[in-house]
């Protein structure tokens, strides 16, 4: 009985940390990019600007809750909530620390390539429903995209597993113990970091929205809370990648001195800002570009890496 | 690659420059005598209105917001029977600055006219007059025009002979 | 056709045009002023320089003034010759040197010739030092405004005042460059074209008065074509509105009806849909004894939902002022049986007549153009000059017509003005009128004489018997009639195209027989004659052609039984009708409603008062005296509760149950039942385009594509902008959205080309400078023409009239500012009207002992009126004259015999 309730405090610490700090990045972000553009963000409404997430909260939940009579109304619906449910899903097997994590499955990692494999659903029939012609190409473009880079994701991983010798995320995370991933899996991490940011459609790869051409893409035709989730679900895109680079080359909740759990937060929180600091530098590629990339570098690339690695592996015995 | 390196590492480095957003509106900023803000009527050294609604503002206003009714003084001055400018339309281009011919409109450096009611951006001509010259401080239409008013005859404005006998038969 | 090459590209030209006549036809732009194309070429302004060369070989070329260099076959010219273009800029640049800086303040600014000009020469910066020179201005009346600083030194105005249009007291004066235009002193200008100055002027020397007390510029101005309604001519006209009230009339190019130019009236009498009589809200009186109280489109409604019941006795009382859809509308609402013109019997019998000749007769109907062309003319009867004005400007150009050979005999081109006046030497052709007083033309009348409205119709059938030869007709008048007769008709008979002129003006129906009689004997003689008849006001043909029940019927109709309704559409019936008859008329019903644009006598009386749109505010298709259904669409929409009348009718259909009502949603629906149900208006449907009609899916936009002010105008009423209204009765939309390019020539609202901001961007419609309009001349003639065997022409001939010596004959003396109802509620026009009076003869009043002034006392059968004396030059012994249209309340059916005594004490 205990044990439930353990379990049960970690699934809402983990869940209420997420959906905190994905809120919390509405605000973080913001001011972020004004740093880095010499200006200062929204510093306004409560001690520097935080409570500027309550008032665009509040903003979002009050505003029209509309549905375009030509949209398919139930995928219309349907669509938001599914980004949200499957980057909500892979918190579940991230090891936060030693003790904090919802569960260990043998096969935490193919779990989170399973689920942020299904989160191109919620993007395709959401630009599919609304019925119109930017949410469309959005939604084709965010379809194409993803299915391309999930492949080179799944890839640059194989590297880390055949290091570790397990899908497990804890032991994963255990086996770099004496040295962190990102030495030997490199070339691993830097495929995984791209493919990370095209997974979460983030600037500078986030071609499926390109307001400057598709109005914004595959949330067109979204207000209100049903565009919200949109947005939570960027933001916890986010950080579902920066705590799996964190997991998987950075040694996770590893660290001198402090606790795990925040070792953990520390190293996450380093590669959020380093996300936002990608928004703030680059420029959008063309969809071509993006293309190419994906098939003509990442995917030689990666495949290298899963040489070089067995290589050695096999040559160490 | 080294360029997008590169191009991360000094955006990076922004956060250490000084920041250009000015605090407004605990900081102003100054603004230039020719800054593009509230748009004023002006009037002639004498004191007379400068406008003689000639319409050229209103249609040069790419936001059509600008609505007057030219009339005329038993003096044979022409002035706005009404003036009325829609400021929640307004983009302040200066167009209307730039088509006047009596330098009568003018836009002034204050932009500070936020209204809880869009209503209350609708701008009559007594909203609008003021009672100078404005940035042009000699300029006096009606010294120029060869149209007589009240106070000045033909022949009286700037750069013109005395009025032409017709009866007279001498070259 | 001749081959000229402009630039060295070869264009084909018509033969006998000179070059800027063609070079515009073709397309190119130059720039002049001088030139008009109704007044042809003088050379006055040295504006439209080209550059000539001999031959190929010629490379220096000479400059020649375009407007006065025929284009011969194989003139070889440039346009864009670096020499005539400084040429042509220096031209500009000199004739600014004294032109003031006033366009701010100048109503011709933004659609000004001179700025147009100047702009395409590319002069921009004055060089002249020195001072400018000035002149005082002077009054010209209340319709013409006078600025001379702004001159130019074109000419065009004296040509066109003096020349063209006959006035005397507009001239040029002084001499160098002092030269001044304007009258020998401040007065009101004579001339009853004056007002075409405004156009004609190049710059704004001469503004429209009455514009100036709500000036606007023309890019603001809602405009769309309408017809003009002051008379039965049918001129085209522009109409121009801006924040619900109408601005200006201007002249509406129909290359066979008015071309160029309109009357005073026409151009100043639209003051009345500005108008403080305005109708502007339903009302109605709840009992007989009580005050008309103002109610609610919607409740008045409800309020005829009480008495147009089924089975309802109602009568209705067309109007010829108001528009065939309006008064099918009405014949529809109360039945064809119970449907009369509000018209009197005499005059409904005169228009009956005019019918019948026009369509029956072997000579077709004239168009203004016809008359312009005619080389001889009779006029038998009318005062056409203020009857009907624009038809005294066509034969002023008809008198030169026949005196045109001299000059095509000493080989000097028709376009050359000035040279074809001197070798005319103010001779003109044959114009012949016969009239009960002295009118205005006669100053150019070949032969003149006066005579009762009996002795006029015995002179037509004279001449009709001369010219066939003693066959038919009277013998024909002794003594100074007699030679006049015979004159009028060895012209007509050695014209090509004689033209008869007659109507209702001088009240007798013999007279239009006469007419007709003379222009069958022409058409028998192998001439290509025509005939024209004057009617009085713009539908009264359309009326005429519609019922022949006249307001004597009406009146029977209300005395035979009882009847509960009637229904009166624009119409006065106290200007019809004497007064006690029509009071009469109006007690045997128990309701009286009246649908009406202005506070007249009868919507005084009225049950119901209905506020109807004036021409400016509704469409609709007028038949003009030509038998021409021209259809005038609506400028703007009215405040309030102000609705077409077609639209009241269709809803008291509605109300009365019959299926019209419903089914008549928009006035095409109206058009095609009418053509449908009388077959003489089969064509008015092809008239204008209709209501669905669309260039490229678009409108034709009312409001000019720079209109302003769109988020300003009622922004004081609220700041969100109302959408614009759609109109579901014509192609035009009531605002700047729709196609900007030419519309079709029904649909043309203003005349604007890019670079050509006045008035003269005109050229650029028309198919060739002052040729027909391109996609041909609004308007369908609904007459066809008769046949030489015709029966309609045997009649009576009247005896010769005899004097009384108690009484007199009291005929209408017509007066183009006062005479016709509905401009005369424009303030302007209303001042220059005069009051009622009585005219008398010289002789007249030597015999009664009176002179000038004096009061008389004038008393018909039940009436009687004491009235001022004004002498009448030329009325014969035995006649005497009342202003048309101008007596106060009262009507006396003209012509009449009455007694005069001279008041005593007074």
């Known amino acids: 009985m205990s044990g439930m309730i353990e379990k049960l405090l970690i699934v809402g610490i983990v869940l209420g940390g997420a959906l905190f700090i994905a809120s919390g990045l509405i605000w973080l972000e913001r001011r972020l990019l004004g740093l880095w553009q010499d200006r200062y963000g929204p510093n306004r409404v409560g001690p520097f600007g935080t409570f500027q997430v309550v008032a665009d909260m509040i903003k979002v939940f009050t505003k029209e809750d509309w549905v375009p009579p030509f949209a398919d109304k139930a995928v219309f619906v349907i669509a938001p909530a599914v980004i949200v449910a499957t980057i909500l899903m892979p918190f579940a097997v991230i090891p936060f620390a030693p003790a904090l994590q919802v569960i260990d499955l043998n096969v935490g990692l193919l779990f989170f390539l399973a689920m942020s494999a299904l989160g191109v659903y919620s993007v395709t029939l959401a630009g599919w429903s609304s019925a119109s012609k930017y949410s469309l190409l959005g939604g084709l473009r965010a379809a194409a995209q993803m299915l391309s880079y999930e492949v080179f994701m799944g890839l640059s991983l194989v590297g880390v597993v055949l290091l570790s010798g397990s899908f497990s995320l804890g032991r994963i995370v255990e086996a770099q113990q004496g040295l962190w991933f990102c030495i030997p899996q490199f070339f691993g991490l830097v495929v995984f970091v791209i493919a990370g940011v095209a997974e979460t459609h983030r600037l500078p790869f986030d071609l499926p929205e390109a307001e400057s051409e598709l109005v914004a893409g595959f949330h067109s035709e979204y207000s209100g809370m049903k565009f919200g989730m949109f947005f939570v679900g960027e933001y916890l895109g986010v950080t579902l990648i920066s705590a799996m680079i964190t997991t998987l080359f950075f040694g996770g909740w590893m660290g001198p001195f402090l606790p795990p759990a925040v070792w953990f937060l520390i190293k996450t929180f380093f590669f959020i800002c380093f996300f936002i600091l990608l928004r703030a530098s680059l420029p959008r590629p063309r969809y071509d570009q993006l293309m190419a990339l994906g098939w003509k570098v990442m995917l030689p690339l990666s495949l290298m890496n899963i040489v070089i690695t067995g290589g050695i592996l096999l040559a160490r015995g | 690659m080294i360029s997008i390196i590169r191009t991360i590492w000094k955006v990076f480095l922004h956060q250490f420059r000084k920041r250009v957003t000015i605090q407004y509106p605990e900081e102003r900023a100054s603004l230039a005598p020719r800054w593009r803000g509230r748009i004023i009527l002006s009037r002639d050294p004498d004191g007379g209105e400068r406008c003689v609604a000639c319409y050229l503002c209103a249609a040069a206003c790419p936001v059509d917001c600008i609505s007057l009714q030219a009339t005329e003084d038993e003096n044979g001055r022409r002035y706005p029977e009404f003036f009325r400018i829609n400021f929640s339309r307004c983009i302040f281009c200066g167009f209307c600055e730039e088509a006047c011919p009596t330098y009568a409109i003018q836009l002034t450096p204050d932009f500070e006219m936020a209204e809880y009611n869009r209503r209350n951006l609708v701008y009559e001509k007594e909203d609008l007059l003021i009672s100078g010259p404005g940035k042009y401080p000699e300029y006096n239409f009606y010294r120029i025009a060869g149209l007589a008013i009240s106070g000045k005859d033909k022949g009286e404005a700037e750069n013109e002979s005395a009025p032409v006998d017709v009866k007279g038969l001498m070259p | ?100 800086h006033d366009c701010p303040v100048c109503d011709e600014g933004g659609e000004c010739h001179l700025q147009d000009m100047t702009v395409m020469t590319g002069h921009d910066y004055r060089r002249f030092r020195f001072r400018k020179r000035t002149y005082r201005n002077q009054h010209l009346g209340p319709l013409v405004n006078h600025e001379m600083n702004r001159c130019i030194q074109c000419y065009r105005c004296v040509r066109f005042y003096r020349d063209y249009a006959g006035g005397r007291d507009l001239d040029v004066f002084a001499s160098h460059n002092h030269v001044f235009f304007g009258r020998h ?190 080389d001889a003319v009779l006029v038998l009867g009318e005062d056409i000059a203020n009857s009907a004005p624009r038809l005294s400007l066509s034969l002023r150009q008809a008198a030169l017509n026949k005196p045109m050979e001299i000059a095509r005999k000493m080989r000097i081109p028709e376009w050359s003005d000035a040279a074809v006046r001197t070798a005319l030497q103010g001779q003109r052709g044959p114009l012949f009128l016969a009239t009960t007083a002295v009118t205005k033309l006669e100053e150019i009348a070949s032969g003149v004489v006066h005579a009762a409205p009996d002795d006029i119709a015995r002179m037509g059938f004279g001449v009709a018997r001369e010219i066939e030869g003693g066959a038919r007709g009277a013998a024909l008048p002794a003594g100074e009639m007699s030679s006049f007769a015979r004159a009028a008709a060895d012209a007509l008979k050695n014209a090509e195209r004689p033209l008869v002129v007659a109507g209702t003006g001088c009240g007798s129906e013999a007279v239009i027989r006469a007419a007709a009689q003379a222009a069958r004997a022409l058409c028998s003689a192998g001439k290509e004659a025509r005939l024209l008849y004057i009617v009085p006001e713009c539908n009264t043909l359309g009326l005429g052609l519609m019922t022949r029940k006249h307001l004597g019927d009406a009146f029977r109709a209300a005395g035979a039984g009882p009847a509960d309704i009637v229904i009166i559409l624009e119409n006065d019936l106290f200007r019809r009708a004497d007064e006690t008859q029509v009071k009469e008329f109006f007690r045997g019903f128990r309701q009286v409603i009246v649908v009406d644009q202005v506070r007249t006598g009868t919507t005084r009386v009225a049950d119901v008062l209905l506020p109807a749109c004036t021409f400016a505010e509704s469409q609709g298709t007028y038949v003009s005296s030509e038998g021409r259904a021209q259809r005038s669409f609506k400028v703007y929409l009215p405040e309030g509760d102000i609705r077409e009348s077609w639209r009241w009718m269709a809803d008291m259909a509605e109300i009365a149950g019959r299926p019209e009502g419903k089914a008549w949603r928009n006035i095409d629906h109206v058009v095609k039942a009418l053509a449908e149900a009388m077959p003489v208006f089969e064509g008015i449907g092809h008239a204008a385009p209709q209501a669905g009609f669309r260039v490229n899916g678009l409108r034709i936009p009312r409001q000019s594509h720079r209109a302003s002010g769109r988020t300003a105008v009622s922004a004081d009423m609220d700041v969100h902008e109302p959408k614009p209204p759609v109109d579901s009765d014509s192609a035009f939309s009531f605002s700047m959205e729709g196609y900007e390019g030419m519309p079709p020539p029904a649909l043309i609202q203003r005349y604007w080309s890019p670079g050509w901001n006045s008035v003269q961007a005109l050229n650029k419609f028309q198919e060739e400078v002052a040729g027909p309009l391109r996609g041909g001349d609004p308007g369908v003639r609904l007459l066809a023409q008769g046949s030489l065997e015709s029966p309609a022409y045997s009649g009576e001939i009247p005896p010769p009239f005899a004097a009384r010596e108690d009484s007199w004959l009291l005929v209408p003396l017509y007066h183009i500012f006062g005479s016709d109802e509905l401009s005369t509620f424009s303030p302007v026009i209303a001042g220059l009207a005069p009051g009622p009076y009585i005219g008398i003869g010289e002789a007249d009043m030597k015999r009664l002992g009176i002179s000038e002034g004096d009061a008389v006392v004038v008393t018909l059968p039940g009436l009687s009126r004491v009235l001022p004396v004004k002498k009448i030059a030329g009325l014969p012994q035995g006649i005497a004259g009342m202003p048309a249209g101008l007596m106060p309340a009262g009507w006396i059916g003209l012509p009449a015999w009455a007694e005069m005594v001279k008041k005593n004490g007074g």
């Open chain 3, 1 to 100: 056709m001749a081959t000229i090459f402009i630039d060295n590209a070869p264009y084909t030209v018509k033969d006998g045009q000179n070059l800027l006549h063609a070079c515009l036809s073709l397309g190119f732009n130059i720039p002049y002023f001088c030139w008009h194309p109704a007044l042809h070429s003088v050379g006055a302004c040295r504006q439209c320089a080209v550059k000539q060369f001999r031959d190929e070989q010629d490379t220096r070329g000479k400059i020649v003034m375009s407007c006065m260099t025929p284009a011969a076959e194989g003139t070889r010219i440039s346009i864009d010759d670096p020499d005539v273009k400084r040429f042509r800029r220096s031209v500009i640049e000199w004739l600014m040197t004294n032109h003031p």
């Open chain 3, 185 to 374: 002193a401040d007065g009101v200008l004579d001339n009853e074209f004056s007002g075409n100055l405004v156009e004609v002027c190049p710059t704004g020397v001469f503004t429209d008065k009455t514009f100036k007390e709500h000036s606007t510029r023309k890019w603001d101005l809602q405009t769309a074509p309408t017809v003009c309604v002051h008379c039965g001519l049918g001129c085209n006209t522009i109409a121009g509105e801006r924040y619900g009230s109408l601005r200006r009339i201007l002249n509406r190019y129909n290359h066979e009806v008015n071309g160029y130019f309109i009357c005073d009236r026409g151009r100043f009498g639209y003051g009345f849909v500005n108008s403080g009589e305005r109708i502007r809200t339903p009302m109605v009186r709840r009992s007989k004894a009580g005050k008309m109280e103002p109610i609610s489109k919607e409740d008045v409604l409800k309020h005829l939902e009480g008495m147009l019941y089924f089975g309802a006795r109602v009568i209705g009382i067309g109007s010829p002022r108001a528009s065939l859809e309006s008064n099918f509308s009405l014949m529809t609402l109360v039945g064809r049986e119970h449907f009369f013109a509000g018209i009197p019997e005499q005059e409904q019998g005169l228009i009956g007549r005019i019918v019948d000749m026009l369509s029956e007769g072997p000579a077709p109907a004239a168009s203004l153009k016809d008359a312009e062309e005619a």
